[in-house]
């Protein structure tokens, strides 16, 4: 069965939201739905982490009907794959290894983005606008203050306490386990986002250029997977 938000099928034409050159995130997890049974949850993400659809399938259901998973996986094609670490989504590809092709199976494998790595993203900026605010301090003789944060990044040893404030509670806990990332994805989009509003009100600061949507590495990545098309 599908559940939750279902976008049209050219978000190009009706964007929710917008990153030239990027299409989005793709949450998989495999767990009970509602019933007890095993499933398999797909979210469906857009650049900064809204969703645009979801679906809960379970694993007996694509057993019998292959092709609605096909169909969905193509929907997701050109997206990274976003998890708490790289194991988990490998192992649920691995699952439907015999549903979806080897070649849409191998990209997806190629895409994968994990929470941490892009917190430390997030982090290593701040560091280079910090540092950039202490090299303008030494040049300048008019007092200047240190670059100060509305959120600070999560250090990996307090990842699962900043995950837990969103954790979802759903009679389906595949869907909860999506939306919870879902979640992480969103909120490390908006430490992003604070993160470049600081920096850009500090008029030295402006010549690293216009603020960004997403740090350049995640960009960059997202714009990779746009750029692949392969039949599911």
């Known amino acids: 069965m599908s559940i939750g938000l279902e976008a049209p099928e050219n978000e190009l034409s009706t964007p929710v939201e917008y990153v030239h050159g990027a299409r989005g995130h793709t949450v998989?997890?495999?767990?009970?739905?509602?019933?007890g049974s095993e499933a398999l949850a797909v979210w469906r993400l857009g650049p900064t982490g809204l969703a645009g659809g979801a679906w809960v399938l379970a694993i007996d259901e694509i057993e019998r009907d292959p092709e609605q998973l096909r169909r969905i996986m193509w929907n997701v094609q050109d997206r990274c794959l976003v998890d708490w670490n790289r194991q988990t989504p490998v192992s649920v590809l691995a699952r439907i290894a015999d549903v979806v092709s080897a070649e849409l199976l191998s990209r997806l494998a190629d895409t994968i983005l994990t929470i941490?790595?892009?917190?430390?993203?997030?982090?290593?900026?701040?560091?280079?606008?910090?540092?950039?605010?202490?090299q303008h301090r030494a040049r300048v003789?008019?007092?200047?203050?240190?670059?100060?944060?509305?959120?600070?990044?999560?250090?990996?040893?307090?990842?699962?306490?900043?995950?837990?404030?969103?954790?979802?509670?759903?009679?389906?806990?595949?869907?909860a386990a999506a939306l919870t990332l879902t979640a992480a994805v969103a909120r490390t989009v908006q430490l992003w986002q604070d993160t470049e509003q600081a920096r850009y009100r500090r008029t030295y600061l402006r010549s690293i250029g216009e603020p960004q949507p997403l740090p350049p590495l995640w960009l960059s990545q997202l714009r990779k997977a746009a750029l692949s098309n392969f039949p599911a």
């Open 116 to 134: 941490p790595e892009l917190l430390e993203e997030v982090r290593t900026h701040r560091s280079i606008y910090s540092a950039a605010v202490e």
């Open 141 to 175: 003789k008019s007092k200047t203050t240190p670059l100060t944060w509305p959120t600070s990044v999560p250090e990996q040893e307090r990842l699962d306490a900043w995950a837990i404030k969103e954790r979802f509670a759903s009679a389906s806990p595949v869907a």
């Open 28 to 35: 998989l997890a495999v767990g009970s739905d509602s019933a």
